[in-house]
């Protein structure tokens, strides 16, 4: 069966399909009979209740006429030298499984050479000045190769929607960018970060943290809790969740912090001192050979003292 004719009987549920070349993706996108909106979550697989949580709202915007594709690749473009591409974990048998079971249509899994295939590109985005900035600057050449597959995966897929996670704040943030200064015309979705019973912001990278670099990593979410309790004024609220991971980098195993920052969610420069009104905190940290990152949302400024 091919995806084309999996879709065409919208009186009983589609078949699931796996998508593994752009042909047959155009097939699917070209000849379905789906009268709703096309809805896209992008993944580099080893899925998770964060993916999940992705993929069902996507369903939930579209509707049961809709289309929702999941996408599942490792981009090469966005690991660095000493980063783990190599390791980075594939579990496509275990990613199709969530993908349908939260509401998926199909998955999207190209390989390298179908996305890239006359190798690396010669002409790829940039990110620009806020690309350069805390992950970019940790990360170098990170954010042009993020921007240039979604870049791509959106040419691609041609969805209304595309849905990404808010744990990946800068992301998020760029995705928007692009979207607006290249004339997408695809809504860009940000999605509440996951977390698990203990705190810890859902990630493909938790698996590789030993008990007691996990009990280390909870350093970052009780940051954020900490900032949070005094966010009536930027300086207090950066103050208090450097104060809990300082005390974190003397723990055993120690946590090595990248970046701590409180910034404007529209460029992530620094705010001031002064600063009033939506920001976002943003931290990243290694613990172990383990690099994790996380944020929060938070209004900080007179108005929000008034009302403590």
Do not use: W
Not at 205 to 221: C, D, I
Not at 291 to 303: E, K, Y
């Amino acid at each position: 069966m091919t995806p084309a004719e999996s879709l065409k009987d919208r009186d009983r549920e589609p078949a699931f399909e796996l998508v593994p070349a752009v042909e047959d993706l155009d097939r699917l996108l070209d000849h379905r009979a789906v009268p709703g909106r096309t809805a896209v979550v992008m993944t580099m697989g080893a899925l998770h209740e964060g993916h999940a949580t992705l993929i069902r709202a996507a369903r939930e915007r579209v509707g049961r006429e809709g289309l929702v594709i999941a996408t599942v690749f490792v981009n090469p473009l966005q690991f660095g030298a000493g980063e783990d591409l190599d390791r980075y974990p594939r579990t496509l048998d275990a990613d199709l499984k969530i993908a349908e079971a939260s509401g998926a249509d199909a998955v999207f899994a190209p390989s390298a050479e179908e996305v890239y295939p006359g190798g690396e590109p010669q002409v790829r985005l940039a990110a620009g000045p806020m690309g350069e900035r805390l992950e970019g600057a940790c990360r170098p050449g990170h954010f042009d190769g993020m921007l240039t597959v979604v870049a791509k995966l959106l040419h691609l897929t041609r969805p209304d929607l595309a849905f990404f996670g808010q744990k990946d704040a800068q992301q998020l943030a760029l995705i928007r960018r692009m979207a607006r200064d290249l004339n997408f015309r695809t809504e860009i979705v940000g999605v509440p970060t996951v977390r698990e019973a203990d705190g810890l912001a859902l990630s493909s990278r938790n698996r590789y943290l030993s008990g007691a670099e996990r009990r280390t990593a909870l350093a970052l979410s009780r940051a954020l809790a900490a900032a949070e309790q005094e966010k009536a004024a930027a300086p207090a609220a950066l103050a208090a969740a450097r104060a809990v991971l300082d005390e974190a980098a003397r723990l055993d195993p120690p946590l090595h912090l990248d970046y701590a920052a409180l910034v404007d969610p529209a460029d992530f420069t620094d705010v001031p001192g002064d600063f009033a009104g939506e920001a976002v905190l943003a931290v990243a940290a290694k613990v172990g050979t383990t690099r994790l990152i996380d944020n929060v949302p938070l209004t900080v400024g007179p108005a929000t003292g008034a009302q403590r």
